[in-house]
């Protein structure tokens, strides 16, 4: 596995809040409508999740703004539990990316100032 810093993980976060925006420019009917434009946002969701554990917990810990268990807990849900997936939850996540992705770049912000490119393992 490829040694990357905190910095490069926010960063790894925001290409993946970019894709799903990107997903999701046509709507809620046409997520609903479109599996092509549901498993992509699932699978975003799935790596973002993944992203999340991957970020030390110290780090996590700083930045309460983000609920992280529920981010981790949702990635795990979207790969463990795909036949109990509810469409209106998934939605409400993505309604929710301006709120996720402000947070995200204020900690990589605060981690450029601070100078981060400690790797984590």
């Known amino acids: ?3 990357k810093s905190s910095t490069d993980y926010l960063r790894d976060l ?9 997903f999701t420019t046509e709507g809620k ?3 609903v409508r479109d599996a092509k434009t549901r498993k992509a946002v699932i699978r975003s969701y799935e790596v ?10 110290e780090l ?5 703004p983000v609920n ?3 981010l981790i807990g949702f990635r795990d849900f979207l790969a ?4 109990e997936v509810i469409l209106e939850n998934i939605w ?3 309604e929710d990316l301006p709120n996720l992705r402000a947070a995200v770049e204020a900690m990589l912000a605060d981690l450029d100032d601070a100078g981060d490119e400690e790797t984590e393992s």
């Open 14 to 22: 925001l290409l993946e809040l970019d894709d799903i925006a990107a």
């Open 92 to 94: 409400a996540a993505v």
């Open 80 to 83: 463990h539990h795909y036949e």
């Open 60 to 64: 996590r810990r700083a930045n309460s």
């Open 1 to 3: 596995m490829s040694k």
């Open 68 to 70: 992280w268990q529920m």
């Open 29 to 31: 009917q046409q997520f």
């Open 48 to 57: 973002v999740g993944e992203i999340a554990k991957r970020l030390p917990v």
